[in-house]
């Protein structure tokens, strides 16, 4: 009866004594997917409120997916290192901060916007002054 309740206590003290350190494992884990799947939204919301460009969407969704592909080789061996974690977190925000920055950069799309396709009125005034100059040349030639 001793030793059923002595093995008992141990098993127990030793089954409490490790869940916390695979829980910690896990909680770092879903605290990366948590990100993953936040970063995910804002793209997708980006997506929907026109801020991202295709091209820009593109960029974003290739980060991601070379993320995915660095979470799946790192949990192979079923949890990540504090090395690993901290590749992961880094990776996830420069992710971060390049989304932010492609959602706001309004003021670039603009200028490339003019520099390819420029304004209508700047299209109309180089077709008044087509007319204008060749109306010019043309009286100016006359007039000799």
Not at 122 to 127: G, L, S, T, Y
């Given at each position: 009866m001793k030793?059923?309740?002595k093995s008992l206590l141990v098993g127990s003290f030793f089954l409490s004594s490790t869940v916390p350190v695979f829980a910690g494992h896990g909680y770092h884990q879903d605290r990366l997917l948590d990100r993953m799947e936040r970063q995910q939204e804002r793209i997708e919301e980006g997506i929907q409120s026109r801020e991202l460009t295709r091209k820009e969407v593109k960029i974003l969704k290739k980060q991601q997916r070379q993320i995915r592909r660095l979470v799946r080789v790192y949990r192979e061996d079923g949890w990540l290192s504090k090395k690993e974690r901290r590749?992961?977190?880094n990776r996830l925000d420069r992710a971060s901060n390049k989304i932010w920055r492609l959602k706001h950069n309004d003021l670039n799309r603009y200028l490339e916007r003019q520099e390819r396709y420029g304004s209508?009125?700047?299209?109309?005034?180089?077709?008044?002054?087509?007319?204008f100059n060749r109306d010019k040349k043309s009286r100016i030639s006359r007039a000799w």
């Open positions: 030793t059923l309740t590749i992961l977190r209508c009125s700047d299209h109309a005034k180089d077709d008044r002054d087509r007319k």
